[in-house]
């Protein structure tokens, strides 16, 4: 039988939207208060969901102490109390939430083998969040 | 089509053991989960229904037959219960929410003939959930 296993995580960062390549009025009329220079934070939530077979002698898709110690190796320690534009892969991305979503659903996919990634879903307030899902469609 | 979601919630203690391994083992890959006198959860119910509405009523189901079913089904047999030791399903399986999810979707499906059943999600803290959609 295939279950879907969903986890939440939380870290707290801040970042700061801007892009080079437009002029200081174009990125104030893009990114309105997120444009602030000094930048502003949030505390981030973020949703993992895996799927795979429930494995019949232990009653899991997969053992929680690694998805546990992936995701907060990989993910949390990464970003945790970071100013998410000093990240490398936020040099030349603007770190919106859209992007930080992809950018952990491709981390988790490359490296996190006791299951399939199937959605990243991130809180970046209790009024938004964003999924991604590899490109596709959601699969549910 | 539309979809319709009940929530309810029930209170279960349980633990997981896997006869065929070693105490050692049982104890490394369960851990805390291991202890033998159990632990329990406030769990969470979300029944997910999908159907056409009735032109008539404007129901996919009527929502009081939903819950009753849930109840009975559901409710009656798992809440306040030792799952290991007093619910059948969970003799010869360990009640993780994993098999909890696929349990409770055994029980709802047959009884349910207006509506078809879509999701079922378990919450077993605020921060863990499973998704069973009847996948094989």
Same mark, same amino acid.
């Given at each position: 039988m295939k279950a879907h296993l969903t986890r939440r995580y939380r870290f707290s960062a801040s970042h700061r939207l801007h892009n080079?390549?437009?002029?200081p009025e174009e990125n104030l009329a893009t990114?309105?208060?997120? !444009? !602030?220079?000094?930048g502003h934070g949030h505390n981030y939530i973020v949703e993992v969901t895996v799927s795979g077979q429930v494995e019949p002698?232990?009653?899991? %898709?997969?053992n929680l102490v690694d998805l546990d110690g992936f995701v907060e190796e990989q993910i949390v320690n990464r970003y945790d109390?970071?100013?998410?534009?000093?990240v490398d892969e936020f040099q030349k991305l603007v770190p919106t939430t859209e992007n930080l979503c992809v950018e952990i659903f491709h981390r988790l996919q490359k490296g996190f083998?006791?299951?399939? %990634?199937?959605r990243v879903r991130i809180?970046?307030?209790?009024?938004n969040s964003f999924e991604y899902a590899g490109g596709g469609e959601l699969a549910h | 089509m539309i979809y319709l979601t009940r929530r309810v919630e029930f209170y279960a203690s349980h633990y997981y053991n896997n006869p065929e391994f070693s105490a050692e083992e049982n104890r490394r890959i369960f @851990?805390?989960?291991?202890?033998?006198?159990g632990h329990g959860h406030n769990y969470i119910l979300e029944v997910t229904v999908r159907g056409e509405i009735?032109?008539?009523? @404007?129901?996919?189901?009527?929502l009081k037959q939903l819950k009753e079913i849930m109840n009975r089904e559901v409710v009656d047999a798992?809440?306040?219960?030792h799952l290991n030791k007093e619910v059948p399903e969970f003799a010869h399986q360990i009640p993780t929410s994993e098999n909890i999810a696929i349990a409770i979707w055994k029980r709802l499906t047959p009884k349910l003939k207006l509506a078809q059943l879509h999701r079922v999600r378990l919450y077993e803290t605020a921060d863990l959930f499973v998704d069973f959609y009847g996948e094989a």
């Open positions: 080079e390549s437009m002029s990114y309105g208060k997120c !444009n !602030n220079p000094y002698s232990t009653g899991m %898709v997969c109390h970071m100013n998410l534009n000093t083998r006791p299951a399939k %990634v199937e809180e970046e307030t209790m009024m | @851990g805390k989960c291991n202890n033998p006198h009735d032109s008539r009523s @404007g129901f996919v189901m009527d798992l809440d306040h219960r």
